[in-house]
Structures are given as structure tokens and as C-alpha cells.
């Protein structure tokens, strides 16, 4: 193995080890009693700390105990949102006594807090015929517990209870007796209203009834809103196997290593997931395969899993319905190679699941906007007889009429979302405009520019995860910039390194606080091009007479007219993150869409990302087809735009 290659390959090791490994406690599961992070929020000694009915409880032998015909709420002088207490409770024969949780500071704790959670003598005569809610570990008058695991009187007993949002578990004696959600219950026990129960902040406290019940070892630990998982994974094509769906040269070598890096933030309801692969594209069945692992592996919802690929050439395109129309002709593996996909998602579904254990507090979101100099320049080109084409392509630099001609409409900004616990920084986007390829076609498999501008900026920062995605840039290209040299390669790489160093320095932070998911379904239209309408399709897929390449496109029209046919849309994503709002495209949508993102959202700023589900191929604006756009790789048709605005208005008008 040569001196460069074992370097990448060590690179690529570190890499994998920041997603899987990255720092931070494991999500707690029953039984373990991990105390990382805990504090005692009774001394032992007298009553610091704590307001109320201070008058109703004493201490005795290091122990909190309300007295005998008195009580009330004895509660904290610090609030409280998200946390996980732990205590120990002795109940007396017919002891009655409850947790509040997010007091307000008065009324009762049963319906003016968020809850009481109930502590009483289960078998107490007394008792025997009480409404479920009113037993131990019972959200009171809401939730009923699981009854049987309560200790016999005069023995201590251990309890845990988690508040996440308007979600509560109790945990009894090691056994979970609860795991429900306030914010879904509509009936309450006899009928009475519970005006506190959306309650997001207040103070821990007990609601004492007269008995004498004792407390012991009280704990506290409050936890963060928000709580982030990063991975990465090797998805390096095997050598023979196709780039770019219908490149005529199979991989002969591997450059650098393709990788997929993603994250998955907790908190926000459901987990969201977001992966961005060094492949060409995901298409179709496999982009629903892709989306379903992931959710599964993480507990969510595939419209809450934003995959991207980035569009290297040198890269494969991967269409579950195009290979079956394929398998069906005989060109099984033709276009990728199933089980080496396959496989690829099992170890994805895996490392994800794995990488969830290791969850990561985030308390601020970060955003940076920085300059990339010399990068991007538009396909399109006027002659001067006012002739519009749109043939400046990705390596085109080494004709003075490309090179010459004015950059064109793109966006010069790279766009950076951040992911920090404290002041240190977990993770960075980013995200950029431009077609990520130098040169290609020649077998070489590489992540390009951008991947090897992402790898060299992560070298400087072992302990943050660097992620790139490309932009909305169907009709970007390095073109004006790149002559296809590996000069000229390293060059592009260097800018694009320049301006992701720059953005950690230029980074706004803001509290994490809220993250808002919307997403909307969007209908493109099917290209009314004669040459891709089915029964072409159909005789060309058929004929094997023709190239492979040109039946490889047909088999991918034809997967797309499918799509159309079944009326499945696509899921146009928005993550409003409040400091910056993340939006996914689908396909080759072109830059001026990230334009038209902005005009929808003046006042906070728009990260797109292009390459969602990619079976549309390009996506012009409806400029760009005026102006008579028209390539092999358009199966998007006339009012694109109008359903892409239609989406983007309805994604930020919530």
C-alpha cells in the first residue's frame, strides 16, 4: 500500500471514530444506575434550598419527613424544565403523599403543576377502590401506573422520574410502571381540568397529606433540550462497479475513500436524521429504502430522515425500481451492485444504532455565512448573437470562451450550521453551491474537492465532526474556475477549506432552545418530452441492440414515470432551527431556487441542500426552460417551480 494511500485510509479511520466515538454518556437504560450528572437536592441537615411548607416537614436522621396532620408543598428554590430525579421513599401504613412536578409556586400540585406523581399505601383498606390514576407512580388523575412492584410498608423504595417535554416515565424498584405523554391525555379523572399540565418549567417539590412519609437521597439532574449522535461510514464502491449510473468506465481505482456522515438530534419530538453520501445519486425505491432504515434504526419517521448525496460522478447512482426493470432484461447489477448496497445499509443501520448510545448534549446552535472565491460558475452562456446554451460544464476551464465569460448566477456563500455542548463545538455543516467534481470519467473513485476539502478540515479538528452537502447547483459547475488538471483539483480544494476554516471564526451562537420540523408534499411534473414518455422508454430498455448505458437511462425514466403514476410525492423538508432554517431539495434543482428559498424566509436564513430523492434529475427554473434547457438527465418537466414555491411557502408559513 503506498505512503498516500495508508494516509487516507488512517484519515478515514479517525473520521469513523469521531462519529461512532464521539464523547458523552450513554442514553440510561433500566436498570443501570449510572449517577453521572446528579446532584443532591436535599443536604441531609435542615431545609436549605427548599420554600413552601417548610413548616410541614423536618428533618430526622438524615432523612426529609412530613409531619403528622400537616404537609403542603415543599418545594425547590431553583426551577426546573427537562430532568431525571431519584429518591427513596418510606411509606407508613396508609401513607399518602406525591412529586410535583413544575410547580408554579401555588395552588395544588395535582392540577396547577404539571402533575403530582402519586406516592401512597397501595394496600392500604382505605384505598381499595380508587380510580387507576390515583396508585403509585401514577401521573395523578391522568395516567395510570403498572401496579404490583411497590415495597411492603415500613421498606424504603427506590423511584426515578424522567420529564422530557410533556413526556414522563417512573421507574419503581427497578421496573418501569409508566412511560406516557401528558400532552395526549383527554380524559381526567372525574372530569376535572388540569390547567397546568403543558407546563415546560417549574420547580421539584412534595405535595405532603397528613402522613408522616419519609424521603431520603434526593437527586436531581436536569437535562438538556436537545441531545445529538453523529456517525460516519465507509461507502466505497468495489472496483467494477459503475459510477455515475452510465459512464462507460467501471471503477478501476480508489483515490480516496466515499464516505456517508450523518447526525440524529433528539429532542425535537421524534429523532430528525441528516446524512449527506459521496454518491451520485439515490433514487426512487432506494431512497425510500435508504430513509426506512434509518428511521427504524433510530426510532423516527421516514419523512423525518433527510438523506442527500453530494454528486460525484466518480460515484454510484442507486435505483431499486430501475434495477428490477433491469434484472427483468437481463442487466442484473448493471447499474449498481446489489449486495454490495445491500450491505451498505446494514452496516449503516447498525453504526447508527450503536452511535444512538452515545448521545451528546447540545445547548447552542451555531450559523456562519462565508465567502467561497473562485469556485462556482453557471452553465449557461449567451453568444454573441444572443444564442443562450448551457454548455459551460464541470471541467471546461481549458477553453478560453468558458474561462473568459462572467461567472454567471450563483451563490457565493457557504453556509455553516453548527452543534456545540458548552464551548465545545460537536459538529459542522456545511453546505455550498457547486457541481463537487474536477475531472471524471476515467475509473478514479473519489469524493473530489469537496470531500477532500471536508477531510483536510477535519484533520485540524479531530473532535468535530465535519460534514459537507452540496447545494441546489444542477446548473453550477467549478467550470469557469477548473481545467480538469489534478492542479487545478487541488486548487478548488483549497478554497473550499479556506471557507469552512473561515466559518468556525465567523460563527453566531444562540441557546438551543427550539427546533421546529415542517415538511410538505411536492408534485414535480413529469417531463412532457417525447423521447422519455413509457412506450420509449420501453422499446429502448427492450432493445438489446443498444448501448447499456442507453437502456440503463431508460429503465430509470421508466422508474420515474412510476413514482408520477403512483401520485407518491416527494417530502420537501424545512428544520427551522431559529438562528437558520435548513431546506431539502430534491434532484439537480438549479441555484436559483436558493434564491427563491431566501425570498420566503426574509428575516432568518436558508441553508439549502440539493440531491434529496434525485429521481427528477435536473430541476430548471422556469427561466431555464424559457431559455430552452435541455439534457439527457431531465425527467422534471414545465412547473417545477410553481410546486417548488407552492412547497417552500407552505414549509415556512407555519
Known amino acids: 500500500m503506498s505512503l498516500a494511500r495508508l494516509s487516507l485510509v488512517i484519515i478515514c479511520a479517525v473520521i469513523l471514530g469521531v462519529g461512532i466515538t464521539h464523547v458523552g454518556h450513554a442514553q440510561q437504560q433500566e436498570p443501570n444506575l449510572d449517577e453521572s450528572g446528579f446532584r443532591p437536592l436535599f443536604n441531609g441537615k435542615d431545609l436549605e434550598g427548599w ?145 397546568g399540565k403543558d407546563r415546560t418549567q417549574g420547580y421539584f417539590g412534595f405535595a405532603g397529606h397528613d402522613d408522616p412519609v419519609r424521603f431520603r437521597n434526593i437527586r436531581i439532574k436536569p437535562l438538556p433540550k436537545f441531545e445529538l449522535c453523529s456517525f460516519s461510514l465507509d461507502v466505497t464502491i468495489p472496483i467494477g462497479h459503475r459510477c455515475m449510473g452510465i459512464l462507460p468506465q467501471k471503477s478501476k481505482s480508489v483515490t480516496d475513500p466515499l464516505l456517508a456522515h450523518g447526525f440524529a438530534l433528539f429532542g425535537a419530538e421524534k429523532p430528525i436524521a441528516i446524512v449527506a453520501v459521496d454518491w451520485c445519486e439515490i433514487r426512487n425505491g432506494s431512497y425510500d429504502l435508504w430513509r426506512d432504515t434509518i428511521a427504524k434504526a433510530l426510532g423516527t419517521t421516514r419523512e423525518r430522515v433527510l438523506v442527500s448525496s453530494l454528486h460525484q460522478h466518480d460515484a454510484p447512482v442507486v435505483d431499486h425500481d430501475a434495477a428490477r426493470l433491469l434484472d427483468e432484461v437481463g442487466l442484473t447489477n448493471e447499474l449498481f451492485d446489489a449486495e454490495f448496497h445491500a450491505d451498505v445499509l446494514r452496516r449503516l443501520s447498525e453504526t447508527i444504532r450503536v452511535s444512538a448510545t452515545r448521545r451528546i448534549p447540545v445547548t447552542h446552535f451555531g450559523y456562519a455565512e462565508t465567502k467561497v472565491v473562485d469556485v462556482a460558475s453557471n ?80 484533520r485540524d479538528r479531530l473532535d468535530t465532526l465535519q460534514i459537507y452537502a452540496s447545494g441546489c447547483s444542477g446548473d453550477v459547475t467549478a467550470g469557469k474556475y477548473n481545467d480538469g488538471t489534478p492542479q487545478a483539483r487541488e486548487e478548488l480544494t483549497q478554497k473550499i477549506y479556506d471557507a469552512m476554516k473561515g466559518a468556525t471564526a465567523a460563527t453566531h451562537r444562540v441557546a438551543a432552545e427550539h427546533v421546529a420540523f415542517h415538511t410538505a408534499p411536492l408534485n414535480i411534473p413529469y417531463s412532457s418530452d417525447q423521447s422519455l414518455q413509457k412506450e420509449t ?112 411557502k407552505e414549509v415556512t408559513s407555519r
Open 537 to 648: 422508454l420501453l422499446r429502448e430498455l427492450q432493445d438489446s441492440t443498444l448501448p447499456t448505458e442507453k437502456r440503463i437511462l431508460a429503465a430509470m425514466g421508466l422508474a420515474s414515470i412510476g413514482r408520477v403514476e403512483r401520485k407518491q410525492a416527494i417530502d420537501f423538508p424545512c428544520l427551522d432551527f431559529g438562528i437558520a432554517k435548513l431546506m431539502l431539495f430534491p434532484g439537480e434543482s438549479f441555484v436559483g431556487y436558493q434564491f427563491i428559498a431566501q425570498e420566503y424566509s426574509p428575516n432568518v436564513p436558508v441553508i439549502p441542500v440539493g440531491y434529496g430523492e434525485c429521481w427528477t434529475g435536473y430541476i430548471p427554473t422556469d427561466a431555464a426552460f424559457g431559455d430552452g434547457f435541455n439534457e439527457s438527465w431531465l425527467w422534471a418537466g414545465e412547473g417545477s417551480e410553481s410546486a417548488i414555491r407552492e412547497a417552500i
Open 379 to 458: 452553465r449557461r452562456m449567451v453568444e454573441p448573437n444572443g444564442k443562450v446554451h448551457f454548455s459551460r460544464g464541470s471541467s471546461s476551464g481549458k477553453e478560453a470562451i468558458f474561462k473568459q465569460a462572467p461567472a454567471g448566477l450563483i451563490d457565493e456563500k457557504l453556509r455553516t450550521l453548527s452543534f456545540w455542548n458548552g464551548d465545545q463545538c460537536l459538529l459542522e455543516y456545511h453546505a455550498y453551491a457547486t457541481h463537487p467534481m474536477s475531472y471524471y470519467g476515467r475509473g478514479e473513485v473519489t469524493s473530489d474537492f469537496v470531500g477532500l476539502a471536508r477531510q483536510r478540515r477535519q
Open 51 to 195: 420554600q413552601g411548607a417548610v413548616d410541614g416537614y423536618f428533618v430526622e436522621n438524615g432523612e426529609l419527613v412530613c409531619k403528622q396532620g400537616s404537609g403542603g408543598v415543599l418545594f425547590t428554590t431553583e426551577e426546573f424544565a427537562d430532568f431525571e430525579a431519584r429518591l427513596e421513599f418510606l411509606l407508613p401504613p396508609g401513607g399518602n403523599n406525591g412529586l410535583a412536578l413544575r410547580y408554579p409556586g401555588q395552588g395544588r400540585a395535582s392540577v396547577d403543576a404539571m402533575c403530582e406523581i402519586q406516592i401512597l399505601d397501595d394496600e392500604a383498606e382505605k384505598y381499595k377502590a380508587l380510580d387507576p390514576r390515583q396508585y403509585t407512580g401514577a401521573v395523578y388523575g391522568m395516567i395510570a401506573p403498572q401496579r404490583g412492584h411497590l415495597q411492603p410498608v415500613g421498606q424504603w423504595n427506590e423511584m426515578r422520574v424522567r420529564v422530557v417535554g410533556p413526556k414522563i416515565s417512573v421507574h419503581l424498584n427497578g421496573h418501569t410502571i409508566l412511560d406516557g405523554d401528558v400532552s395526549k391525555v383527554t380524559e381526567f379523572k372525574d372530569n376535572q381540568a388540569h390547567p
